[in-house]
């Protein structure tokens, strides 16, 4: 009896051994890298309807999986593939198949850095964020160009493009134009405190309106010292009802955005954003003005210029004038610097 209560003993033995290897050696596969490759990180981005397959083809691409079978056992185990959940995910060096999983299933993508400055047009920003993000930029012109949404945020196809704020923004890989617009309105209304408000409203101007000067003043200089100098220009200016006649306007209404020279003929072109023909603002803003543009606006500096022109060092800075005199004096010392440089256009 002894002996066959050994015999048993040892065997229940053997197999909680037995059990307890295959035990850890699970955990070690699920618990081990994963990983191939010897970058800190790599991308996967997993496109919006992709199934369970496309998700192992892209792991396998970019190395982020040795065990596709341990991969695919763990996978169905914690009802993933199934579950599939788009975006842009992180793969860290090293990282185990459990964590792995654990990632993907949960949806907890990493956001996307999205960065667009110097921009001239919605077409211009919806090519960067086709190039970032999920949906391409036709896909994204489309929504701005579209009345609806435009007349959501309560805008204009002149006036939507004064929505946005150049900046850096995190972004999710599969946000949608929708989303975008909506997050950009947020920051936009961020943007536009009381304290802002009032000082539009003090200069007769609407948020919008604002966007259009700033616009003007972004391509006028890049100086952050001249701009609200210019900004009080074109508000004396619009002030004594004298045409704006911004140069900035005229390559606007011409196409001609990377010209050096505006010449006397660019002035006789017929387009609502030529200053020179038409009093007031333009109907929208001709560049996308970053928030230290509006903020130069809202802050114009109070004085009796009516008149300014880059300088003849080509610097960059402006020289002011009071009177038309002293400006023609300014724009010919101008005019004469870009003839010895033989700029001509």
């Not at 999205?114 to 012109?141: C, Q, W, Y």
Request: net charge positive; charged share 25%; aromatic share 10%.
């Amino acid at each position: 009896m002894s002996k066959r209560m050994n015999f048993w003993g040892l065997l229940a033995l053997c197999a909680l051994l037995g059990v307890a290897a295959v035990g850890y050696w699970g955990w070690q596969r699920i618990s081990a890298p994963a990983t191939r490759f010897e970058e800190e990180a790599r991308i996967l981005l997993i496109p919006t309807g992709a199934d369970f397959e496309t998700v192992v083809d892209s792991l396998k691409r970019i190395e982020a999986i040795t065990d596709e079978d341990g991969f695919r056992f763990l996978s169905n185990r914690k009802k993933y593939t199934h579950r599939v959940k788009p975006g842009r995910y992180v793969v860290k060096r090293g990282m185990s198949l459990n964590a792995l999983v654990n990632k993907l299933r949960s949806g907890e993508q990493d956001p996307v850095r999205i960065t667009f400055t110097n921009i001239k047009s919605l077409p211009e920003l919806a090519g960067r964020l086709g190039r970032g993000l999920e949906p391409d930029s036709v896909t994204f012109l489309t929504s701005f160009l579209d009345p609806d949404v435009q007349q959501e945020v309560g805008l204009s196809n002149e006036t939507f493009i004064s929505l946005f704020l150049p900046d850096t923004y995190e972004i999710w890989w599969t946000t949608t134009p929708k989303q975008f617009v909506m997050r950009m309105q947020k920051e936009h209304d961020r943007f536009w405190t009381v304290e802002r408000i009032a000082m539009a409203d003090e200069h007769g101007l609407s948020r919008a309106e604002v966007s259009t000067l700033a616009s003007i003043v972004q391509a006028e200089t890049v100086k952050a010292t001249d701009a609200p100098r210019i900004a009080g220009v074109y508000m004396n200016r619009l002030r004594i009802g004298m045409p704006l006649q911004a140069d900035p306007t005229l390559k606007f209404a011409l196409g001609l955005d990377d010209v050096s020279r505006v010449l006397d003929r660019d002035k006789d072109v017929a387009s609502p954003y030529n200053t020179y023909k038409n009093v007031g603002l333009p109907p929208g803003p001709i560049n996308m003005p970053e928030p230290r543009f509006l903020d130069a606006v809202l802050r114009a500096e109070p004085h009796d210029y009516l008149y300014f022109c880059a300088r003849a060092d080509l610097s960059g800075y402006s020289d002011f004038a009071k009177s038309y005199e002293q400006h023609l004096v300014n724009a010919r010392r101008y005019q004469r610097a870009l003839n010895q440089r033989k700029i001509y256009r």
